[in-house]
């Protein structure tokens, strides 16, 4: 099992949106809003880096996500 740390700019007037959507993608394990750099947490979990690299590209794909950083356990 592979979990990984996605965090998520999101544009300010989406953030509700990206989180409900977040929250319907396979493999999210935790979603939550945050302060400071990041406004969104996303705690996800794969059977292998690949699906971790396909959820992060979905995350990419949603409507009102600015960019994303995605740091994988060691």
Do not use: H, W
Request: neutral net charge.
């Amino acid at each position: 099992m592979v979990n990984a740390c996605i965090l998520i700019k999101v544009v300010p007037v989406r953030l509700n949106r990206v989180l409900e959507e977040l929250r319907k993608i396979q493999g999210v394990v935790k979603v939550y809003p945050t302060y400071g750099r990041f406004d969104v947490v996303c705690l996800v979990e794969g059977s292998k880096n690949e699906d971790i690299a396909e959820i992060s590209a979905l995350i990419n794909r949603l409507e009102g996500v600015r960019s994303t950083e995605t740091l994988i356990e060691a």
